[in-house]
């Protein structure tokens, strides 16, 4: 008698797994989707706004708006809130997606070939940018690139990747847009309330890592921003401090208190001590800071206004003008400010934060704050003003 043992399905190696496995179906990748690309096209638009106000092209400086103040800090929160939300996003939908990552054979055609080669380029281009823009929140720099040109570049690539992506699954899109009432076509109806689920997890972890880092930018959602590397209000006068006065080299305050002129040099150029400064109309303004890491707070400064600086050397209204840090070396010592900056009545050389002096870190003896600037253009320690 012999003994019949039946086949083992999988001696040999698993299948791959299949595309109608559950939720591996074109419904769920179109609306898991369609919320990647409305925060991937946020993302993408904020970004573009505070690289525009940060490196704005020639034709265009005097021209940004200085208004409403607060645009940038809403710009960047959301920039950095819908680059965080992305990546639960991401992963949903690469998880839904993923049977089809692994179809054999590799290649089917040249088509098929540009297709898989569009998604790669798509697929590393969101990770990249997601991965450096995390990393960039946390300032922690463990790569040989500098940040600003490469994720601003690796963005239009992703932006180019996605508009392909969209143009080659349009049919596919169009087709699993609205679900169907079951009957009408056979999709697997008896997905939904599984894909329901899914979509409900996918939202609660987008929740969750939205309440646990916008406080960071949002001040009354501070207490919950647990995750978020910085809480605003924990930090000397209300402010955290990026780089702070023993890092970029400025001398002990009694020091500067003694050697700090401010010297302003156009059509009549001239040279202000601390106590002339001091001396000169004080205005006080509400401004928030507004950093390109995704933290932003509020605060009261008083100072002079630039507009009265330049009044004083007799420049004309229309002009530009670069400011010097005391600063020696760093990447925000010397920051160029157009005409619609200049003469805002909300932008001033602050002396004083929250009714205090300035505190070393926080640019003592004089600093710049603006209206609708990113904060790495608030220049700290400023001594020289200049009309171009
Ligand atoms: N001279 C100088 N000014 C500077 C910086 C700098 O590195 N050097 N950092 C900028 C950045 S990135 C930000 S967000 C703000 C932070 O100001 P705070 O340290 O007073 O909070 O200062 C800006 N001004
Ligand atoms: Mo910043």
Redesign the pocket.
């Known amino acids: 008698m012999t003994l019949r043992l039946p086949r083992r399905p999988f001696a040999r190696r698993p299948p791959l797994p299949a595309f109608s496995g559950k939720l591996h179906d074109a419904r769920t990748a179109t609306v898991i989707g369609r919320l990647l690309g409305a925060a991937i096209a946020v993302c993408f638009v904020t970004g573009l706004v505070s690289h525009v106000l940060q490196q704005p092209p020639a034709w265009l400086m005097d021209g940004l708006p200085a208004r409403p103040a607060w645009g940038y800090r809403v710009s960047q929160g959301l920039h950095v809130a819908s680059g965080i939300a992305s990546v639960p996003l991401l992963l949903a939908k690469l998880w839904a997606v993923y049977p089809r990552l692994f179809v054999r054979p590799v290649v089917r055609s040249v088509r098929h070939a540009l297709e898989r080669l569009s998604v790669a380029v798509l697929v590393s281009a969101a990770v990249f940018e997601l991965f450096s823009g995390l990393l960039n929140i946390a300032q922690w720099y463990p790569w040989p690139f500098s940040f600003v040109p490469v994720h601003y570049a690796v963005a239009w690539l992703l932006a180019g990747a996605l508009l392909l992506h969209l143009a080659v699954k349009a049919p596919e899109i169009a087709a699993h847009w609205r679900s169907r009432s079951p009957g009408t076509l056979a999709l697997p109806e008896e997905d939904a309330p599984d894909r329901r689920s899914l979509l409900a997890a996918v939202g609660a972890a987008v929740g969750a890592v939205t309440v646990v880092t916008v406080g960071q930018s949002v001040t009354p959602l501070g207490r919950v921003d647990l995750l978020a590397p910085r809480h605003p209000g924990h930090?000397p006068q209300g402010?955290?401090?990026?780089?702070t006065a023993a890092a970029?080299g400025i001398r002990p305050r009694a020091e500067v208190r003694e050697n700090w002129r401010l010297t302003v040099s156009g059509p009549l150029p001239y040279a202000l001590t601390l106590g002339e400064l001091r001396a000169l109309e004080q205005t006080t303004v509400t401004l928030p800071?507004a950093?390109?890491?995704g933290w932003s707070r509020s605060a009261e400064w008083t100072g002079v206004r630039v507009r009265d600086l330049l009044d004083r050397t007799g420049a004309p209204p229309t002009a530009r003008i670069r400011v010097t840090?005391m600063?020696r070396r760093?990447?925000?010592?010397v920051m160029e400010m157009g005409r619609t900056y200049a003469r805002d009545p909300l932008t001033l050389l602050a002396l004083r934060l929250g009714g205090e002096e300035l505190s070393l870190?926080?640019?003592y003896p004089a600093?710049i704050i603006a209206p609708n600037r990113p904060?790495?253009?608030?220049?700290?320690?400023v001594t020289r003003l200049e009309v171009l």
Not at 239 to 243: E, G, Q
Not at 375 to 381: A, M, P, R, Y
């Open positions: 930090a402010l955290p401090v990026n780089r970029a800071l950093c390109v890491e840090s600063e760093g990447a925000y010592r870190d926080h640019g600093r904060g790495v253009l608030q220049t700290k320690w």
